[in-house]
């Protein structure tokens, strides 16, 4: 029974195979299959390209081809050639805004990365109590528009403001002042405001960050017998890397196009003593106009804001290998 069961289905095997072998392959159709129509993926593209082609291309290269003249934006435009970009060598007003710019990195970037990588460290340990509460206290300016950040600020900040009244009250009335409009601690106290402001960013993405390194990493170190800041070190912020470059990159593009904060409570004094690039490109373009002047302006700050942003995708790749 048992053998012609096997001979029954060797038979069937043997005919199945015979039949696959004589049936010819299934032919391909013209047409289907992937690469063989590479255009129907542009076509599903082709909608989004348009329109980014007309709302930053086009724009773009019109903003590059004015910054070649001088142009009041009414009269004739005359050739300038390079001349508007030589401003960022000659022009003391200029110059002085490219400063201001590198000392709000420091105040929008790496203050407000050192404060919320210490932050974070201690809110992300075990059994700390009211972390929650914590974050959410610390992330609540990042859910404030510019406009209230600079209101509230600007209160702080003012001669009879909280600052000015707790130094009278301790006895430093001395040093009670208008501090915006003091041409000496203007710039440090808009700093101040800009670290407020970008610290709750920082903190949040840099426990993001640790929630992703494996939890055997830091066993490990322990068995090891690290301790919190031999972990911190040798763990965390290697782990953190990659969260550390998207953070400096947005921060210091922040500190490279501040603009509301500034203009909303200093307008860029007094006199020049907060004036940034991007303040200098709104008077050129609407007070004073010179349409190409501050369009090479523009194009200046896109392309630093474009070799910062590859310089530290390039050190955080390199890092990483």
Not at 30 to 42: H, I, Q, V, Y
Request: glycine share 10%; proline share 6%.
């Amino acid at each position: 029974m048992s053998s012609t069961t096997v001979s029954t289905s060797t038979a069937a095997s043997g005919a199945a195979e015979r039949d696959q072998i004589s049936r010819p392959p299934p032919r391909r159709i013209k047409g289907a299959g992937n690469g063989s129509r590479p255009w129907l993926g542009l076509l599903y593209l082709l909608p989004a390209l348009v329109v980014y082609v007309l709302v930053v291309i086009v724009p773009a290269g019109q903003g590059v081809w004015l910054s070649f003249f001088h142009w009041d934006g009414v009269t004739r435009a005359t050739w300038a050639g390079f001349g508007n970009y030589t401003g960022f060598f000659s022009d003391p007003t200029l110059r002085e805004a490219v400063t201001h710019t590198l000392y709000f990195i420091l105040f929008f970037s790496v203050l407000p990365i050192a404060l919320g990588l210490l932050s974070a460290a201690l809110a992300s340990r075990k059994n700390v109590r009211g972390a929650a509460v914590y974050r959410s206290v610390i992330f609540l300016p990042q859910m404030l528009t510019p406009a209230v950040t600079a209101v509230v600020w600007k209160r702080i900040y003012a001669p009879n403001g909280p600052i000015n009244s707790v130094l009278r009250d301790i006895g430093l009335g001395g040093l009670a002042r208008g501090w915006l409009g003091d041409y000496t601690w203007a710039l440090p106290a808009l700093g101040i405001a800009g670290t407020w402001a970008a610290f709750g960013l920082c903190m949040v993405l840099c426990i993001s960050g640790m929630q992703a390194i494996p939890t055997e990493l830091y066993d490990a170190a322990r068995v090891d017998g690290a301790g919190a800041i031999r972990e911190f070190f040798t763990v965390t912020l290697p782990g953190l890397r990659g969260t550390l470059s998207v953070v400096l990159t947005l921060t210091v593009l922040g500190a490279i196009r501040v603009f509301d904060i500034v203009w909303l409570t200093t307008r860029g004094g007094p006199g020049i003593s907060t004036i940034t690039p991007t303040i200098v490109l709104y008077q050129r373009a609407f007070a004073n106009p010179d349409i190409g002047a501050a369009a090479a302006i523009g194009v200046v700050l896109a392309v630093v804001s474009l070799i910062v942003t590859l310089v530290i995708v390039r050190l955080s790749d390199s890092e990483a290998r």
